[in-house]
């Protein structure tokens, strides 16, 4: 590789790794799975591991342990080694016959020094020592009976999921999310009455919960990581409050700064609340076919960004609900897989139409490799033509595992265009562009009474109709690109006509999804009465109402919404275009709303001299290295935008998008209304 990236990054952490596990049994939790999964490929694992046998085992209380003829065991966590996790790793190892036990953690030993409450002081002191380590590698011979046997405890950072060279994602943090104005009440009630916050621009990391603050360190120690392979000197921006914190606790992070001493090369870090903007994140106007498979698809369990494709069009099984349950799914990581790999890449940068038909040539490609009697037809591309071309692999098993990875991605594409939510795809596009007129137009009283008339109970919904989770959706979309709004009587009318017609609509749902318990607090529809159904939709509203003051604190980045004229209509301007726009402005500004963190008493002693003599604050456009880090999730067409829009402002530079996760529309509520944002589980 030319240049380090976020993959070699990953397979670097990977070769740590698989250099340990030998005829060894291998234990690995969920975010280190998807990291495998997305960098190297689970096969990859089990081909170092070697032997007849399939040695992986998800690590949770329940696993199972190792047999007399299993003396080696291999735990693979992205958590800190404390509490549950610890407990989980006696409880297996004390019903094994290990002999030789490997623990490795993707979070560095600084951080449970601070898990464990070491003052900064004592642990400068520490520096090139792993008590909590070695302590735990005691731990581990004890369980295992006997003092003599091997343990071995180590840090590797095995933060991301490489979707693509420009994109990548940290599954271990995928709950975290940006904080809301009602979070500041819930911090407060853990506050005295004369410390009690004002705002969110008043939260900093000692305000936070003890969990969050734990959550957003051991993020802070996989970043620093990451810039230490690239080897940069990195400058911390941020947007947005919680940005604000990770901006400045990695800027502070003492291993960073040794780190920086020896550096070479310069990266700016620019952080972005998500909450910031909902609209690009709940809207369906990005073009993007893998948008719209990772929406509709079902989820690859245990996973957070990919989807499980139904393979059984390639085996002799009848299409039925039975048959996809026995035979394994695809998915659309394909990292082992050069064509494969291709494709989804070229996925991931065209437009749907252009997508489809690429698929169509990659198909077309390897059929005639094998010699497979192929039909060519032209025009455009339906699924039946593309499954045709996929149904020629089915009986010739050399092809078929050949080209594995581009049939499970073109199966991904066919079953995508069939699925009816793709049809519904449009109807919201048309909805969201109606309400982009409304809101220049009108109140938002007049565009909450357009939604009226789609909020349907359940036995008066067609196909065609928005579920109560699709009109939450909308909901969200509207306060969002709305943003401030003024409150008065046709507001508070309109809105209490929402909420009645949606709590209504909660309450004769014949089974409540997960989403619709977690906001409900009922886990059936039988208990759900009307008066708590109302009750919930009001919390809700209170939400609604923060998403669209998000901005208020912004100088700069008011809006993401342009009003029409009499040559344009109006539209959605993303706040991430926005940012990428006012970093490389060739005016070069001083930038209002993305804000430095400085990384001590130099950086202080230049903002403070920058006043009276020709110092230059550091600006985000300064480094041929960009990485932008959206908190929250983002999308794949805003990560498209991304590597487009940069090149085109300032031709030579790197950008790197990464984020907590993909997001697809439905994400967003769930993420939103989760009640454990400020009380993230840490596995103790």
Known sequence: MSAPGVLSFT?????QVLAKVKRALVYLDAACAESLHWGCGSTRLLEAVGGPECHLREFEPAAVGGGAKQPKAVFVLSCLLKGRTVETLRDIICRSHFQYCVVVTA???????TANHVPAAAAAEL????????QLEEKLCEWMGNMNYTAEVLHVPLLLAPVAPHLALTPAFASLFPLLPQDVHLLNSARPDKRRLGSLSEVDATA????????????????????EHFGVREECFAVGSLSRIIAADLANYA????????????????????????????GHHGDNLVEKIISVLPQLPGHTNDVMVNMVELTALQNEEKSQSMVAPGCLAQPKDAAAKALWEALLSTKHKEAVMEVRRHLVEAASRENLPIKMSMGRVTPGQLLSYIHLFKNNLKALVSHCGLLQLGLATVQTLKHPQTAKWDNFLAFERLLLQSIGESTMSVVLNQLLPMMKPLNQRTDNDYSPEELLILLIYIYSVGGEFTVDKDLGEAEEKVKKALAQVFCEESELSPLLQKITGCDSSIKLTFHKSKIAVDELFTSLRDIAGARNLMKQFKSVYVPGNHTHQASYKPLLRQVVEEIFNPEKPDPVDIEHMSSGLTDLLKTGFSMFMKVSRPHPSDHPLLILFVVGGVTVSEA???KDLVPSLKPGTQ???????LLKPFNIPELLFATDRLHPDLGF
């Open 655 to 661: 950008v790197i998008v990464l984020s907590t996760r």
């Open 208 to 227: 936070l919960t003890p969990e969050l603050f734990l959550q957003i360190r051991c993020l802070v120690s996989g970043l620093s990581s990451l810039c």
């Open 107 to 113: 979070v560095n030993h600084a951080v449970h020094l």
């Open 11 to 15: 397979q670097q952490g990977w070769e």
């Open 640 to 642: 498209k935008m991304i």
């Open 255 to 282: 291993p960073a700064k040794n780190r920086r001493k020896t550096a070479t090369g310069r990266a700016s870090v620019v952080f972005v609340d998500r909450t910031l903007d909902l609209t690009g994140a709940t």
């Open 127 to 134: 520096e090139g020592q792993q008590p909590v380590f070695e």
